[in-house]
Each structure stands twice: as C-alpha cells, then as structure tokens.
C-alpha cells in the first residue's frame, strides 16, 4: 500500500513561484518513479512532469523550462518547483507513483493517489 500527501499549494500572482511536496510511504519508494499531474476545472487530469528511479526527468511541453521535479530518497519526498506561473496553471495538483517503464502519461494506469493541493495563479 502506498500513501501520498501533497502540499505546498496557494495563491500566487502571475510570474511567482511555488515549490509543490509529497510525502510518500512505503519502503518501495526508490524504486518507482514518481509523476506529477494536474487537473484543472472542467478538464481532464493531466501529465505535468516525472522522474524516474534513476533521476531522468520528463516534463510536458507546457511547462518545460519552468517547473523543475526532483526527489530525495532518502526522505521519501518529491519536489516540484514551479516557476514562471501563469494562470493556466491553476489547477489541483497530484502526486503518483508507478513501477512501469516507460513512464505512462495516461493517469488511467495509475492506482494510487495523493489528495491533491490546490494551485491557484491569478493574473
């Protein structure tokens, strides 16, 4: 079993910034990679970064130079620093981890979420 809890989220303007955390237990987590989503009214969940066991990251094309994840295995944490926000941002934010290689952007093969934190980006 896997717990994720997310935090970090608030209200920021347009160009600020925010580090988003997740704590994950679980003594498997060095091994799995660990992916942030988002999901923003009306819209469906979406793949926002990942980083592998190994520490390659992947980020999508809409915030690629802008958010930067990282993990500590050591404490069971991974990290996402968003920079550069505009409002499109806003969303909740999700933590997931997944033992499969590739990493899969579809959030229907993941089964074990955090219960989000909130990103608002106002103009």
């Known amino acids: 079993q896997v717990q994720l809890v997310e935090s970090g989220g608030g209200l920021v303007q347009a160009g600020g910034s925010l580090r988003l955390s997740c704590a994950a237990s679980?003594?498997?987590?060095?091994?799995?990679?660990m992916v942030w989503f988002r999901q923003a009214p009306g819209k469906e969940r979406e793949f926002v970064t990942a980083i592998s066991r190994d520490g390659y990251t992947y980020y999508a094309d809409s915030v690629k130079g802008r958010f930067t994840i990282s993990r500590d295995n050591a404490k069971k944490m991974v990290y996402l620093q968003m920079n550069s926000l505009k409002p499109e941002d806003t969303a909740v934010y999700f933590c997931?981890?997944?033992?499969?290689?590739?990493?899969?952007?579809?959030?229907?093969?993941?089964?074990?979420w955090g219960q989000g934190t909130q990103v608002t980006v106002s103009s």
């Open positions: 997931a981890t997944t033992p499969r290689y590739p990493i899969p952007k579809d959030e229907q093969l993941y089964n074990y």
């Open positions: 679980g003594r498997t987590f060095s091994s799995y990679a």
